[in-house]
């Protein structure tokens, strides 16, 4: 039985779907015969048959109010009304197609805009890193007040590996680039040292052959490497066979251990840093070299996967028990340290993190601006028909049925925005990763896709309702008698109705001016940044990179080759300089901290003479263009024949000889030094900040190559010329070659490119407001030149009258001037206060510009208001076009 | 649009249920069987009347046929469904609960 009803039931709705016409005659038939019915009863009590009618018209009320209620009733109105709201939207919008255009394109920019930064955001921030159970991955530092980050030294790691309990598997890695000889070009690849389990913590396994085991950390137990797939591809040709073999890397034999497959990620790192990504090309055995007992070396960083149910928090603490107890057995190396835990995901995208979120709040904005003027003029189309409305209304639609109506038609154009907006997403993400700042994380995952999709559709859905929403209720808010008497203008309705519009478009104002202080204060720290000076000169120069193997270099014999290169390098026509050190600006930074003694001076209790130690040739100041402030440069005589000679920076002096001449003054490494163990300062030079935009350069000191303590197996080269600095690569590369053809010169760069990579980030995001923020302020004027055409065309007769009285067309246009310019003050006044009040989260992003800077708020604001006196120029010529009689007559 | 004030809507379905148990009956009878039973009291509005006709359709409880009435002109007659009979009998059921229910609190508060 219930089956049966079932069948009833689809019957029916399939029968008033389907077969609509017939359903639809019946029910006209129906009422059409209980009509008849009631007048032959009215006639039968005797009324007159023309009386007998309308009584019966009167008691059955209004005939398509029944039948819209038996529709109703059918349920299957709702898919039908649907269809047919479809096909009248999309009549109505092609009616007025300049209304579509801009409304279309407006939604289209800004839900694409969104799109696209949103792509940026689900490849950086939302996508999982692409390890396993990535959530439990940490890395593990040192902390100190001097030092926020600081690597570990190897003997401490083993202690924490061996001690811990956090930890399902802990690591260590640091960088050690490879030179790959004997096949082709030689040349240099991106490695790192690994402890056993460095693969085991990221989750990951080698595709062929095996990982490192703790047998391969004992010194002396033969070079093993693993290489990665690109690298085994490239040039190794997929030799499947490929395990065991042995190559040369260094000038030494290395075995093949294993093959990683492709997708292998590095974690990013921070000393000698590279980024996350697959930037890795060799992975070889960290060997525990030395004295345990000599700690104070720190340079191998860490990298643990917790256990399951194990905080950072907690890993944290029982680090820092570890450390307690480690400085009880070696008290000077572990003395003031602390523990940093953070979780993976944070190291990587932390850094990022603030910038796209406030791209996504700018983007936000543009949307949101979007749709004030999508309803603002979905508002105006509203009142044009309002008319139609109030007939509608009387003719039997219900409310609903408005409202229903006018929200499909917001849905219809904001669906459609949304398509073309998937089509400048594509295209802007495309843009968007080619523009991502140098060295940006995870720029390779960031792709339209599915999720990107989905969401797409759902701003668009909510951005319909949102805009829809006004224009809907005000629809239904109609009122039938008073629209229709007043011919659809003049109205107390259409007073609010330019209320609600002139609040949209002072909210479209502020938001805009919002935008516009974001990109002006961005623009401010960006000039900035572009005027700060170096400390070098970046133009004509060119960098590069040369590892000397220490199997075939020992040290007197580097010695030698750098001599001799950077000889060979000062003949070349052309090179104006030429030298060789460890460091080159702005390149990323070794945290090679000494402490030091000072000739005649005590260290302050607690502290000591410190500063970051780096090697330099007699070329390598004026080939990088750091100036001389007092004193000389190095010089070839600066050799072991001779007193040992320093060259500190401007901030070194400063701070250890405060009021002297640091000129001249002593310090030595060596706890009970000979008077030949003393180091003379010869010169002092510029400072050179870590980053364009570090907030203070760090001290520094430099030893002259041919005298430093440290290795010089690694050198950075700086050549300069005097013109384009990439014409000086095969200069440099002849002349390594001439003194050894097995060397990669590697990293050949020119300094511009260094230095505008350093900018990137700022003129990203830069680029990027200044973009939303011109987005804003053309939608913002558009949105003022709607409200203020409307206001005008509402005032026709006022403005008639007026110049019938004798007002003059200025008048008149000052009159249209002022209502705009007062929407636009009231917005100005919003978007400074916002502005002032969001200072704090572009805080970070600026560079030597205040949150609240007034330079940037008073041109934003006259920009504002100029451009609102500009969208109320044509309505103001309209205005006073009208000829006064026919303005009078108009009504 | 309007809704008879003293009809609720399940009770109108009970009604006009009830009217057509017997034999089917079109619209306009069924209005005028439930006044003249009523002795005028129950008015039943057309806004009302179809609207419920149509809904009652829909869910399977009545069906309509067109037919010839006595004056020999087309009418849609409405009638009971077995399902609709079963519904019936439990409004009914329902109805003399309610009724019952009602008229004890009423009296009860007399006393």
């Known amino acids: 039985m219930n089956l049966r009803r079932s069948w009833d039931i689809v019957r029916m709705r399939l029968r008033s779907l389907a077969r609509r016409q017939r359903v639809e005659e019946e029910l006209d038939k129906e009422v059409r015969f209980h009509l008849e019915q009631q007048m032959e009863e009215n006639l039968a009590a005797g009324m007159p048959p023309a009386e007998a009618r309308s009584a019966a018209l009167r008691k059955l009320g209004g005939m398509t109010q029944i039948q819209e209620e038996c529709r109703d009733m059918r ?46 955001i689900d490849g950086v921030l939302l996508r999982p890193l692409p390890y396993p159970e990535a959530n439990r991955i940490v890395r ?18 083993r202690d924490f590996r061996a001690r811990n309990r956090s930890f399902e598997s802990l690591a260590g890695f640091t960088r050690g680039d490879l030179q790959l000889s004997g096949t082709g070009q030689p040349e240099r690849f991106t490695g790192f040292q690994v402890t056993a389990g460095f693969f085991d913590v990221l989750g990951l396994r080698p595709a062929r052959g095996h990982a490192f085991t703790s047998n391969d950390e004992i010194p002396g137990n033969g070079q093993k490497v693993i290489l990665s797939d690109r690298l085994w591809r490239h040039r190794f040709a997929a030799d499947p066979n490929v395990i065991g073999r042995k190559i040369t890397l260094d000038s030494l034999p290395f075995t093949v251990a294993g093959v990683m497959p492709p997708g292998t990620e590095h974690p990013g790192n921070e000393y000698n840093g590279v980024a996350h990504g697959e930037t890795v090309d060799l992975w070889w055995p960290f060997a525990f070299r030395g004295d345990p007992a000599h700690r104070g070396s720190h340079y191998l960083e860490g990298i643990g996967r917790l256990k399951k149910g194990v905080t950072s928090t907690a890993a944290q603490a029982e680090m820092n028990a570890l450390i307690a107890q480690l400085a009880r057995e070696h008290p000077d190396a572990l003395a003031g340290w602390q523990a940093l835990v953070i979780p993976l995901y944070r190291e990587i995208v932390g850094p990022s993190e603030r910038l796209l979120l406030v791209l996504l709040g700018a983007v936000g904005l543009v949307l949101l601006i979007a749709c004030a003027n999508a309803a603002n003029l979905l508002l105006a189309r ?103 008497r007043a011919g659809g203008r003049g109205t107390g309705s259409n007073r609010g109705h330019l209320r609600l519009r002139s609040v949209l478009v002072v909210g479209e104002v502020g938001l805009a001016c919002l935008l516009l202080i974001g990109a002006g204060l961005m623009l401010r ?125 401007r901030i070194m002096a400063r701070r250890y000889w405060p009021n002297e001449d640091a000129l001249g003054k002593r310090i030595t490494f060596d706890d009970h030094p000979k008077e030949k163990d003393w180091m003379t300062i010869v010169g002092i030079v510029g400072d050179v900040k870590d980053k364009p935009d570090s907030p203070a350069a760090q001290m520094a000191l430099w030893w002259p190559i041919e005298q430093t303590p440290v290795s010089v197996g690694n050198m950075s080269v700086a050549v300069r010329g005097s013109s384009d600095p990439a014409l000086l690569a095969n200069d440099l590369r002849r002349a ?65 009258l007026r110049m019938a009285l004798g ?79 026919h303005a009078l007559r108009s009504e | 649009m309007s809704k008879p004030s003293d009809l609720i809507q399940g009770t109108l379905d009970l009604l006009i249920l009830r009217t057509i148990s017997l034999e089917p009956k079109h619209g306009w009878a069924i209005a005028k069987r439930i006044e003249q039973v009523s002795e005028d009291v129950l008015q039943v509005t057309q806004g009302a009347l179809y609207p419920a006709l149509h809904r009652l359709e829909q869910q399977g409880w009545i069906r309509a046929a067109w037919r010839k009435t006595e004056t020999g002109r087309e009418a849609k007659f409405y009638e009971l469904t077995k399902a609709g009979r079963a519904q019936l009998e439990r409004e009914l059921a329902q109805w003399e609960r309610l009724s019952k229910a009602v008229g004890l609190v009423i009296r009860t508060a007399e006393e």
């Not at chain 1, 197609?97 to 694409?112: D, E, N, R």
């Not at chain 1, 600081?150 to 003997?155: A, D, K, V």
């Not at chain 1, 100029?866 to 009689?885: E, F, K, M, N, Q």
Request: overall charge positive; proline content about 5%.
């Open chain 1, 382 to 484: 509203a009142t044009a028909r309002q008319r139609e409305m109030a007939v509608r209304t009387a003719l039997g639609a219900g409310r609903a049925r408005l409202m229903r109506q006018m929200l499909t038609e917001s849905l219809l154009i904001a669906l459609i925005g949304g398509v073309l907006a998937v089509s400048i997403a594509v295209a802007g993400v495309r843009t968007l990763v080619s523009l991502l700042p140098a060295g940006f994380p995870r720029a390779d995952t960031i792709h339209v896709n599915a999720v990107v999709f989905a969401f797409t559709l759902l701003v668009a859905l909510a951005t319909g309702i949102l805009f829809g929403l006004a224009p809907a209720l005000q629809a239904a808010r109609t009122d039938v008698q008073d629209t229709l």
């Open chain 1, 140 to 157: 593990i530092f040192f902390h100190s007040a001097d030092y926020p980050k600081f690597p570990l030294n190897p003997f401490d790691f």
């Open chain 1, 736 to 800: 390594v070659r001439q003194l050894d053809p097995t060397l990669a010169v590697a990293n050949i760069r020119p300094m511009d490119d260094i230095a505008d990579a350093n900018v990137s980030t700022a003129r990203f995001a830069l680029f990027l407001v200044a973009l939303f923020a011109g987005l804003a302020l053309t939608l913002a004027a558009i949105g003022i030149y709607g409200v203020i055409s409307y206001a005008v065309s509402q005032r026709t007769q006022e403005f008639g």
């Open chain 1, 807 to 885: 007002a003059q067309a200025g008048d008149v246009r000052r009159l249209v001037l002022r209502q705009g310019v007062k929407l636009a003050l009231m917005g100005v006044a919003l978007g400074l206060v916002g502005a002032l009040a969001l200072g704090r989260v572009l805080w970070s992003l600026l560079y030597e510009v205040s949150a609240a800077d007034p330079v940037t708020f008073t041109s934003v604001s006259a920009l504002a208001i100029a451009v609102a006196a500009l969208a109320c120029y044509l309505p103001g010529r309209r205005a006073t076009a009208v000829d006064p009689a």
């Open chain 1, 75 to 120: 349920r299957t109105e709702t898919i039908e009304n649907f269809w047919r709201d479809l096909r009248y939207a999309l009549r109505s919008l092609g009616k007025s197609p300049a209304f579509t255009v801009v409304i279309l394109l407006t939604l289209a920019l800004s839900i694409g805009a969104n799109s696209a930064i949103f792509s940026v």
């Open chain 1, 525 to 649: 720290s960006f000039v900035n940044l572009l005027r700060a000076d170096p400390g070098f000169r970046p133009e004509h120069l060119l960098t590069a990179s040369l590892s000397l193997p220490d199997a075939t270099y020992k040290p007197a014999e580097a010695l030698h080759f750098w001599d001799r290169l950077t000889t060979s390098l000062d003949s070349v026509a052309g090179i104006r300089a030429a030298g060789v050190g460890t460091d080159l600006p702005w390149t990323g930074y070794d945290d090679n901290v000494a402490g030091f003694t000072i000739e005649g001076k005590k260290p302050p209790a607690n502290q000591d003479f410190h500063a970051r130690y780096h090697v330099a040739s007699p070329g390598y100041f004026g080939a990088i263009g750091i100036p001389l402030v007092r004193g000389r440069f190095f010089v070839a005589g600066d050799d072991m024949k001779a007193p040992l000679a320093l060259i500190v920076n």
